[in-house]
């Protein structure tokens, strides 16, 4: 019992003090970004972030090796840069670019 009241109250002070709309709001970012990255380029993209105390630590932008292969770091640095910027209204601490392969 103890449990479910400390969930209940746990729950009303998160939707209280914004947290969960903040949440919301950076799934809804993410979403923007990859399809940013999608419409402009045609690559398809996973976005992630970390965030500490609602400070916005980092972004990983995960990009897919067949469709970038061609392109040098420094534009893909750029690329990334600009839709960081574009969607997320404060600046990470690092932005991080991942090139995945299939095995």
Request: with cysteine.
């Given at each position: ?11 009303f ?9 903040d ?5 809804e970012k993410?979403e923007?970004?990859q399809?940013e ?43 990334a ?9 404060s ?7 991942q ?5």
């Amino acid at each position: 019992m103890n449990k479910v009241i400390i969930m209940m109250v746990s729950i009303f002070l998160l939707n209280g003090c914004g947290a969960v709309d903040d949440m919301k709001g950076m799934f809804e970012k993410q979403e923007l970004a990859q399809a940013e990255i999608k419409e402009k380029y045609g690559w398809e993209s996973q976005l992630g972030f970390k965030m500490n105390n609602g400070v916005l630590t980092q972004v990983t932008v995960i990009l897919n090796a067949d469709q970038v292969r061609n392109e040098t770091v420094k534009n893909l640095e750029t690329i990334a840069k600009e839709v960081v910027s574009k969607v997320f209204k404060s600046k990470p601490r690092a932005i991080y670019i991942q090139i995945a392969s299939a095995p």
